[in-house]
Each structure stands twice: as C-alpha cells, then as structure tokens.
T-cell receptor
Framework: AQSVTQLGSHVSVSEGALVLLRCNYS??????LFWYVQYPNQGLQLLLK??????LVKGINGFEAEFKKSETSFHLTKPSAHMSDAAEYFCAVSAPNFGNEKLTFGTGTRLTIIP | SQTIHQWPATLVQPVGSPLSLECTVEGTSNPNLYWYRQAAGRGLQLLFYSVGIGQISSEVPQNLSASRPQDRQFILSSKKLLLSDSGFYLC????????????FGQGTRLTVV
C-alpha cells in the first residue's frame, strides 16, 4: 500500500517569494506521483505528474517538482509566488496495478500569499 | 475532448432522507470512475471506484453505496443519511492504464441537517 505525507497544513509566503510545498511518499514499488490544486468549492486540477524518466517535472502556472527516490520526496516549488496561487494543494501517489491504479492523497496544504 | 459532469453543486438534506448524486463522463469510453469525500483537514478519502459497468469496489465501510448502470455514469447513494455524511463529494475519472491522472468534477457540497 502507498501513502503520502504533506508537511505543513498551512503555508504562507509573500508575493514574489519562493513557494515550497513538501510531500513525502511511501510505496513498495516505484510510484507515480501527482500534484493537484484546488480552488474554493471546486474540483481538483492537475498541476503536474511524475511517471518515469526525467525526475524534474514542470507543470502549469510555473510550478515544478522533483522526484527524489533517495529521500522519498516530491516537493512542489515555484520561484515567485503570485496572488493567484492562493489555493489548496494536494500531493498524491499511485502504484502500478495493471491499469487499476488508485490515487492516494495527502491531507493537503493551504497556501496563502501575503501581498 | 473529455468532460465530467457532477450534480447538484450543493445539497441540504435532513437526517434519514435518501441521497442520490450523479456523475457522467463524456468523450471517452471505459473509464475508471471514482467517488471521493473531502473533509476539512483530512484530504480526500476514496469511497468507491469502478473499472467497468456493475463493477464497484468499496474502500471503506459506511452508510453509502455506489452503482455504475452505464459505462460513463456513476451514482452515489444512501438510503438514510447521517449527520456524519456531510462533506464535499467529488467524482473523478481516469483512463485505464499505468500512471494516468484522475480528472475531477466540480464537486457536491452535501449538508445533512
């Protein structure tokens, strides 16, 4: 079974500052990893995903994440925060299961941007 | 392109009343379908998933049930709602295959009173 831990349920950064949201995973097999964003009272939107290949993954809205197997981490970063980045962010993991993968989500990190 | 529709957006129901939430997917065939519940501070909890018509797997024992009467239709039901059933319910779909992401509906805010 796989699991995800998101460190910090709330993160505040100043506009223009670096955004760093932490995610550590546990999986008995090489995982697939995802970051999603959720705006209030809406569904989740995929930011980026890692399956195989390059460990640095670039996503939408200037976000990127790096898969570090030795640290079992998949932290999300953005060099310069924008007010529109304020939202809740979820890290998720799935493991190969013959096409029947299920996503397991972390508890989320609420990002606040300080003007 | 593929789209997912989930309704209603909000719902207020009395304790003991029945529930039916519907989700449909357009533009794809034979998708995996999921129902999640989101509670504050607890992330997303997978309730049910389905890999085909009539094939439903339940992740947690609870007061809810799910059905998939058609390939692209997924229904979440309850015969008698409990206060603890309140929450934000999200339907999602994914392609069958390794490493595929899930695509989410807009969610239903259910309040049981």
């Amino acid at each position: 079974a796989q699991s995800v831990t998101q460190l910090g349920s709330h993160v505040s950064v100043s506009e223009g500052a670096l955004v760093l949201l932490r995610c550590n995973y546990s999986s008995s097999v090489p995982p697939y990893l995802f970051w999603y964003v959720q705006y209030p009272n809406q569904g989740l939107q995929l930011l980026l995903k890692y399956t195989t290949g390059a460990t640095l993954v670039k996503g939408i809205n200037g976000f990127e994440a790096e898969f570090k197997k030795s640290e079992t981490s998949f932290h999300l970063t953005k060099p310069s925060a924008h007010m529109s980045d304020a939202a809740e962010y979820f890290c998720a993991v799935s493991a190969p299961n013959f096409g029947n993968e299920k996503l397991t989500f972390g508890t989320g990190t609420r990002l606040t941007i300080i003007p | 392109s593929q789209t997912i529709h989930q309704w209603p957006a909000t719902l207020v129901q009395p304790v003991g009343s029945p529930l039916s939430l519907e989700c449909t997917v357009e533009g794809t065939s034979n998708p995996n379908l999921y129902w999640y519940r989101q509670a504050a501070g607890r992330g997303l909890q997978l309730l049910f998933y389905s890999v085909g018509i009539g094939q439903i797997s339940s992740e947690v024992p609870q007061n809810l049930s799910a059905s998939r009467p058609q390939d692209r239709q997924f229904i979440l039901s309850s015969k008698k709602l409990l206060l603890s059933d309140s929450g934000f319910y999200l339907c999602a779909w994914s392609h069958q295959g390794q490493g595929t992401e899930a695509f989410f509906g807009q969610g239903t805010r259910l309040t049981v009173v």
